[in-house]
Nanobody, 115 residues
Framework: QVQFVESGGGLAQPGGSLRLSCAASGFTFSIATMAWYRQGPGKQRELVASIFGGGSTNYADSVKGRFTISRDNAKNTVYLQMNRLKPEDTAVYYC?????????WGQGTQVTVSS
């Protein structure tokens, strides 16, 4: 059974930092494509960043240079380091995994950027 446990969300001030973690189980993590999506108030869910099994990454233009996605295959965990946060980064952030042609989602963690 595939499971994701997300952590690290919360409240941050503009310009601040947060790190999200997603611990995965139930599949071969090391070869899975992992990603973070987000859904802001009144908005559609959007891709924030992805990381492939080989380690290559992609980012949404809105977060390039501020966010970094990484993975630790020994811990079956994917991270999203978020720096220089802006109010428009406020959203529910979802961990995503794709393995064996199936999509899997975490429960989401709230990130609020406000002074």
């Amino acid at each position: 059974q595939v499971q994701f446990v997300e952590s690290g969300g919360g409240l941050a001030q503009p310009g601040g930092s947060l790190r999200l973690s997603c611990a995965a189980s139930g599949f071969t993590f090391s070869i899975a494509t992992m990603a973070w999506y987000r859904q802001g108030p009144g908005k559609q869910r959007e891709l924030v960043a992805s990381i492939f099994g080989g380690g290559s990454t992609n980012y949404a233009d809105s977060v390039k240079g501020r966010f970094t996605i990484s993975r630790d295959n020994a811990k079956n965990t994917v991270y999203l380091q978020m720096n220089r946060l802006k109010p428009e980064d406020t959203a529910v952030y979802y961990c995503y995994g794709r393995w064996a042609l199936k999509d899997y989602w975490g429960q989401g963690t709230q990130v609020t950027v406000s002074s």
